[in-house]
């Protein structure tokens, strides 16, 4: 009786140690799962729509709510070599754009991330 009692109880125990490790290893799938989709959305957002300089120009002076004489002065430049710049008739010197980028609170590589 008493093995019988024993071997009843070795089966019962292995048992919930499956379905242990049966629930743990859902519960890793279903984290597992999450993770892949927040990832993607992360992926998502940090695709960015590719632009020509000037709309990228545009877009990183108008998102910090600055005007065109503001940034000219501020760099050193007129007015209409920003608004040039902005067009896509001209393009900035390489200091021009690394002075945008810092006044616009960003890396020249992040700018240049978002050109075609």
């Given at each position: ?34 993770k ?10 940090k ?49 021009n ?20």
């Open positions: 009786m008493k093995i019988s009692a024993i071997t009843s109880t070795i089966a019962i125990f292995f048992s919930l140690l499956i379905l242990v490790a049966f629930v743990t290893l859902i519960v890793l799938i279903i984290r597992a799962l999450l892949y989709l927040k990832s993607k959305e992360v992926r998502d957002e695709k960015v729509i590719k632009r020509s300089l000037g709309e990228a120009l545009k877009f990183h002076r108008t998102r910090c709510k600055m005007t065109q004489e503001f940034v000219a002065e501020t760099i050193g430049v007129s007015r209409q070599a920003v608004s040039k710049w902005e067009k896509g008739d001209s393009d900035p010197s390489t200091s754009l690394f002075a945008l980028a810092k006044l616009y609170g960003i890396s020249v590589e992040e700018l240049l991330k978002e050109v075609e």
